[in-house]
């Protein structure tokens, strides 16, 4: 296995500053950087995914009006803040219910 090599250089104030500037606007435009306050709109795989369910049982719940689900031009979107959610919802009804006997 090659080791990487690694370079020091000296750099100035402005040299930093300028990197380190130019850095976080790449980060930024690239999309690297998402902010959690701003709802994403996920598809089928996605939302699957993001839950640990499979794209067939989404599309199940979906037909039985389960789980909060949208439909523009034909194409279910769902809101990632209302599954998640809905998921936290689905947990505490697990914990309120008593087990079998």
């Known amino acids: 296995m090659e080791k990487e090599k690694i370079l020091f250089t000296a750099l100035s104030v402005s040299e930093l500053s300028s990197l380190m500037e130019n850095s976080v606007r790449n ?5 690297n950087l998402k902010r959690h306050d701003v709802d994403e709109l996920l598809n089928t795989r996605q939302a699957a995914v993001l839950i640990n369910y499979k794209a067939s049982t989404l599309y199940g719940l979906v037909k039985l009006n389960k789980i909060p689900f949208s439909k ?4 279910l979107l769902f ?3 209302k599954l998640l959610a809905w998921v936290g919802a689905k ?3 697990a914990e309120k219910t008593p087990p079998p006997i």
């Open 27 to 31: 980060a930024i435009s690239s999309g």
């Open 72 to 75: 523009t031009a034909g194409k």
């Open 79 to 81: 809101s990632r803040k």
């Open 91 to 93: 947990g505490e009804t």
